[in-house]
């Protein structure tokens, strides 16, 4: 049972750690800023790449000290979908 507990935490921990993902921010051809998960298509003006990990996202070290605590104590995660206007 020993066994089991620790390698299923040692699964989680390397799943948590080897978490990233590639957002890209691009201009579309009508003007229109686009935010997603792919590569924009070769059309796409302003292409900005961005490397996240799994952490918040969000650089703490700029904020005042409170709000970088609530940041930390308080995350927030943003679901949407493709028909999201």
């Known amino acids: 049972m020993k ?3 620790r390698t299923a935490i040692l699964a989680m921990l390397l799943t948590a750690i ?20 792919t590569p924009p298509p ?3 003006q302003k292409v900005e790449q961005k490397n996240l990990d ?3 996202g969000v650089d703490t070290a700029n904020l005042p000290y409170e709000l970088a605590q609530a940041v930390k104590n308080s995350p927030v ?8 206007p």
Request: hydrophobic share 25%; glycine share 8%.
């Open 3 to 5: 066994f089991v507990s």
């Open 18 to 37: 080897t978490a990233q993902a590639q957002m890209y921010k691009w201009v579309g051809p009508d003007g229109k800023v686009n935010y997603t998960d």
């Open 42 to 44: 070769k059309s796409a």
């Open 54 to 56: 799994g952490s918040s």
């Open 77 to 84: 995660t943003l679901y949407s979908t493709p028909k999201c």
